[in-house]
């Protein structure tokens, strides 16, 4: 066990933790240079390496020969590094005793990494800080230094400067992992407790536990019981990660492996769960274990009707790999039957999209994200509303409350005020802000989610010309007042298109939505009236005249061909719309709210 | 003879077998300008697909004629050689409209031409006429309306501007030389038009064709109505059944092809039963109507059951009328042709 290291890599997106991670599987010997493809390792499903962010976990272990000749066994856990994932993130550090700290020199500190390094050092974990892309022309490697020994307490010495790019530091950052990290404890004997921080679905196999083993031993063949939902299964395989599962029979504490029970899918297996011996199990689980709760909810209809039931079969697959990913099915007098869904955030509700467009080739009709509402009504009831169409009449309502979230923002100094006003606009609270060093500061504050779900993160962005990130954590319900905002074409609502704002802002959100439709609703054959009420009070209103002309002249002989292929494509343009009443409405529609922000 | 003629006549014996199967009814000398054809050149042609086809006595014979390359010979010559209808590429009655428009005629020409008509004997003539020209006003519009209806013609076409793509008037709009006119206006002079013409005399059976009772263009009705027809010559259309073919652009491989003993396709189509169902609904539309129990007999489907509300909002906001089984526009109606074909057939399952 003393020659074992757990670790893990702490980074921003695009600050290097996936090319740290290949130049250490290469100074390892655990692949080849020629192996090593054009992309990073750790990154192997498409997506993710077109976000060039790590969404799924995943671990592999190393065997290093250090400077002083002995030969260490190093496991390195991945992490995903966005906001949406950060109970993952927290599960596998919980595996690990020590933790790269990898800041881009040139960026410098940013909101995810500390917030994830926070995490890291809540966990006791040894931080290992590492500068990389010295190499860079625009590296501040001594304004750098000295963020990462404020936020972290630790010596300019023990900073390592590393460009993987370039393979610097690499040698370095092996050596700190094996001396500064602390080898597992845990006791091989002691009954059985393994933390599981990820699990992934094998076709062939369901599902494939990622674990490490805290205490006991877990052997092939043995009963294995899962804390969270009860169930025993056999042990069926048990193995290390290298670049393939390798069969070892057996794990002992310490060790970072996998386990496959024989469970049918990810559900009984769930990440932060804690898995003992059946017969000799141990008294209690590992700490920190929570049900992954979903925040953003949204509908995802088929854009053929005729669809329903693949999207349904896609949706059950995606399913069996994700175990944060819920779905039901649900109907809209808009767009027909569909499904709700609920997301950990807004990055895993794109990926689900782009996973189900691209792997299962679904069209989609996705409607406006929305969080969820705890609506209590004069009769004590309270309900949960995740659609907004499902809201109660404004007369049964008592009072409604909203999630809120901490926000912690870092920004250079000078965007201090443009994001100051963004978050206000946003119904923000103010907190506090602390700076990190002269010319970067850590704002906090307190934002309904609702807020930041659509376009606060690319606001942000441009407000601070890309430099502010952003990280926040669920906080509370807040009571607030919230009504439903029903847009209705020439008199008839439609429920795909309700929304739930702030009463001071419905106003003006119902004029700018009235005001978008009317842009992205083609003209039709007769004048279509768009209104946006509150309850059966109207707020405002949009028109959209009727077509005027719409007929080529000629279509003799030698035109029917060519004019018949013009209709069909028409045709089809027309058949992806939905009708509600007697108005067509294109798909982009049901997506007004998110482009309002472009006005 | 030349070699084009020569090329036609083969291009006629290749086609020799349809004659069997089809009774013609109408010939149409169209597309180009085939008034340059001598009338004995003319004869010769009509001669031949009379010995190859079986065409009927009375059959419609219309020659497309640009009015700069007629007179009282030509034209006397024509009807001697059994043409009975002819329609003139007038245009406008503005002679800067046909200097746009390129043509080699004056506006006197055209009312000389339509006179000599006349007077040799033609008793069935068509005009076109072009709306919606860039600059154009409404009340220009109407003048040439009026000036048409003063020659008595038999027959108007109307047609609407269309800036087809590729052309000079298109590279001119791109390049804003010219600027087309907003479709409000172009909507009103269409208006105006059907509104007009009817007050003349004309019925509205097409988008852009008007005629007197008993005038209607019957070779035009048939491309409206999924009729057979065979083209001859560079360019030329045909259709057969459940299949259209049509012949390569350039008069050399033209030519060349027919000289090697191949027909001179560019490219041909089997419609599907769905794209037969299309053209006509789309062409129904467009002409007498669409014969919802011929759709029914002949393609299987029942509009009438299968997109009974998008029917009822239509007849709901007066665009077609339901008569006899037959869906037909409306004025109203017709300003929306193309809208109304996509709304009805994008709700039709299959097709």
């Given amino acids: 066990m003393d020659h074992i290291r757990n670790f893990c890599i702490i980074a921003h997106i695009d600050h290097g933790k996936s090319t740290i991670a290949d130049r250490l599987l290469e100074r390892t010997g655990t692949i080849t240079e020629r192996e090593m493809k054009t992309n990073q390792v750790l990154d192997d499903m498409e997506l993710e390496q077109e976000r060039g962010i790590t969404i799924k976990l995943h671990a592999i272990q190393m065997k290093y020969e250090a400077k002083d000749r002995k030969t260490y066994t190093l496991n390195l856990i991945d992490t995903p590094g966005h906001v949406d994932f950060s109970y993952e993130v927290s599960r596998s550090l919980a ?5 790269i700290l990898v800041v881009d020199a040139s960026q410098g500190v940013e909101a995810q990494t500390i917030s994830n390094l926070y995490l890291a050092i809540d966990a006791g974990l040894e931080i290992v800080p590492v500068i990389n892309k010295i190499d860079l022309p625009s590296a501040m490697v001594d304004q750098v230094k000295h963020q990462i020994m404020d936020l972290i307490g630790c010596k300019e010495e023990e900073i390592i400067l590393a460009s993987a790019k370039m393979k610097m530091g690499v040698d370095e950052i092996l050596e700190a992992v094996v001396h500064r990290i602390p080898p597992p404890k845990g006791d091989p004997s002691a009954p059985l407790k393994a933390l599981i921080f990820d699990s992934i679905f094998d076709g062939y196999r369901g599902s494939v536990v990622y674990i ?83 925040m953003v909810f949204a509908g995802l209809y088929p854009v053929n009707a005729d669809n329903f039931s693949e999207l349904r079969d896609s949706l059950e697959k995606l399913r069996m790999n994700d175990a944060s990913l819920i779905f039901e099915p649900e109907s809209s007098v808009a767009l027909g039957f569909g499904f709700r869904a609920g997301f950990l955030g807004l990055l895993h509700m794109e990926i689900i999209q782009e996973r189900l467009e691209r792997e299962y080739k679904q069209e989609l009709i996705t409607t406006v994200p929305n969080v969820e509402y ?20 404004l007369g049964e309502i008592e009072h409604v409350e909203e999630p809120f979230i901490k926000a912690q923002i870092i920004t250079p100094s000078e965007y201090i005020g443009n994001i100051m006003k963004l978050c206000t606009e946003r119904r923000g609270v103010y907190k506090n802000t602390t700076y990190l060093d002269p010319t970067r500061a850590d704002l906090r504050y307190e934002l309904p989610l609702s807020e930041i779900i659509f376009d606060f993160y690319d606001k942000l962005k441009s407000t601070s010309r890309g430099y502010a990130s952003l990280d926040y954590e669920f906080m509370e319900n807040r009571e607030s007042d919230l009504v439903k905002l029903d847009i209705l074409l020439n008199g008839e609502s439609v429920d795909a298109l ?46 959209i005249s009727a077509m005027r002309k719409n007929v080529i002249a000629k279509c003799y002989g030698g035109d029917i061909s060519r004019k018949r292929k013009l209709l069909e494509k028409q045709k089809e343009g027309k058949r992806r719309m939905k009708q509600v009443g007697r108005v067509e409405i294109p798909q982009e529609a049901f997506l007004a709210v998110l482009a309002m922000g472009d006005e | 003879m030349n070699a084009f003629l020569e090329s036609l006549h083969n291009e006629i014996e290749m086609y020799a077998s349809y004659g069997a199967e089809e009774q013609f009814e109408t010939i149409f000398f169209g597309g180009g300008t085939p008034s340059l054809l001598e009338p004995a050149t003319l004869e010769e042609i009509l ?50 409209d046909l200097k746009f428009l390129t ?36 009340e220009r519009w109407r003048r040439n309306l009026d000036e048409a209806i003063v020659l008595e013609p038999q027959h108007i076409s109307a047609y609407n501007l269309i800036v087809e ?173 193309d809208a109304i074909s996509e709304s009805l057939l994008s709700r039709v399952a299959g097709a």
């Fill in chain 2, 103 to 138: 043509r080699i005629h004056s506006a006197n020409e055209a009312r000389q031409a339509i006179h000599t008509a006349k007077d040799v004997g033609f008793t069935n003539i068509n005009l076109d006429l072009i709306s919606a020209l860039p600059n154009q006003t409404v």
């Fill in chain 2, 165 to 337: 793509k590729g052309t000079p008037l298109a590279r001119m709009v791109s390049a804003r030389q010219v600027s087309p006119l907003p479709v409000e206006t172009e909507a009103e002079m269409y208006e105006w038009t059907m509104q007009y013409l009817h007050d003349e005399g004309y019925e509205h059976y097409e988008v852009s064709n008007y005629a007197k009772p008993g005038f209607r263009s019957r070779h035009n009705s048939n491309y409206w109505n999924h009729s057979n027809y065979l083209g001859f010559g560079p360019s030329a259309h045909s259709f057969w059944l459940n299949r259209r073919w049509w012949n390569t652009r350039s008069v050399e491989s033209y030519c060349h092809k027919i000289a090697a003993g191949q027909l001179p396709l560019a490219g041909e189509e089997r419609l599907t039963g769905d794209q037969l169902v299309d053209e006509a609904v789309m062409l129904g539309l467009r002409s007498n109507g669409v014969d919802l129990a011929l759709l029914k007999s002949k393609h299987q489907i029942d509009l009438l059951s299968s997109v009974r509300p998008t029917i009822e909002n239509l007849l709901h906001e007066n665009l077609v009328v339901l008569d006899k089984q037959v869906l037909r526009l409306t004025s109203k109606g017709f300003l929306l042709c």
């Fill in chain 1, 95 to 99: 595996a690990c005793e020590g933790a």
């Fill in chain 1, 374 to 393: 705890r609506v209590v009504k004069t009769n004590t009831e309270v309900v949960l509303v995740d659609n907004p169409a499902f809201m109660p009449p």
């Fill in chain 1, 212 to 294: 490490r083993v805290v205490d006991g031993t877990v052997r092939e063949r043995e009963k294995v019981k899962f804390f969270a939902t009860n169930n025993i299964f056999d042990a069926e395989e048990v193995g290390i990660l290298e670049m393939q599962r390798v069969r070892t029979k057996e794990l002992s504490a310490g060790d970072v492996g996998y386990l496959i029970p024989g469970a049918k899918d990810v559900h009984d297996t769930k990440v932060g769960d804690t898995i003992t011996n059946a017969v000799n199990p141990a008294d209690g689980p590992l700490p920190g274990y929570k049900e992954a709760k979903p």
């Fill in chain 2, 47 to 96: 001669v031949h697909l009379r010995e190859t086809f079986s065409i009927e006595p009375d059959a419609e014979i219309t020659v497309e004629t640009n009015p700069g390359t007629v007179d009282y010979k030509k034209l006397a010559g024509y009807r001697r050689a059994g043409v009975n209808r002819l329609s003139f590429g007038v245009q406008s009655f503005y002679d800067d």
């Fill in chain 1, 498 to 543: 309700s929304t739930i704002v702030h009463r001071d802002k419905s106003y003006e959100w119902g004029k700018k939505l009235c005001a978008k439709l009317r842009k992205l609703i083609p003209r039709q054959m007769f004048e279509v009236v768009i209104q946006a009420a509150i309850g059966s009070k109207v707020i405002a209103r949009d028109q």
